[in-house]
């Protein structure tokens, strides 16, 4: 199975009732919330595109980085240590998205080594020189 990175958008009433929940009962109302609300399965690249976006892992976040909190959130739910559950406010977003709407993708592009990757032990375990290309376009379309 692996990590996943799961996005999905509640209205204010839904993250308020959240809020005051965690640990398994979290997780099982967010399972829930899966059937019900759109969601976006960025699968297992989100470590791949924190680190193309920031040049750290997702496992270090960068408090205030736009680019990171794009990526893991801001604010972290109470949960147990198989699961990493964070939240953003609506009010946080537009900076966010103005931030990823900043970012220069042909600088990405010359930038991005899989080396780099693999010697930074992000995850998953793909980053392959010989893959570059597909591993590139797999990561910015995540991105985009």
């Known amino acids: 199975m692996g990590l996943l990175g799961v996005y999905m958008t509640v ?6 009732n959240l809020k005051k929940i965690d640990g398994d009962e979290l997780v099982e109302e967010l399972d829930e919330l899966e059937e019900t609300n759109e969601i976006y399965n960025i ?3 989100w ?9 750290v892992s997702a496992n270090s976040p960068i ?8 990526i893991v959130g801001i604010n972290v739910f109470e949960t147990d240590d198989d699961y990493f559950v964070s939240y953003t406010e ?10 990823m709407k900043d970012v220069n993708i042909k600088e990405l592009e010359e930038e991005f080594d899989p ?3 693999k010697k930074n032990k992000i995850y998953p375990k793909i980053w392959e020189i010989d893959k570059k290309d597909e591993l590139f376009r797999e990561l910015i379309n995540e991105y985009n």
């Open 90 to 99: 609506k009010d946080k977003l537009l900076e966010i998205y103005n931030a």
């Open 115 to 117: 080396r780099i990757f």
């Open 11 to 16: 209205d204010q009433n839904t993250l308020d």
């Open 47 to 55: 470590d791949g595109l924190h680190f193309l976006l920031t040049g």
């Open 43 to 45: 699968d297992k690249l």
């Open 63 to 70: 408090e205030g980085n736009k680019l990171s909190e794009a």
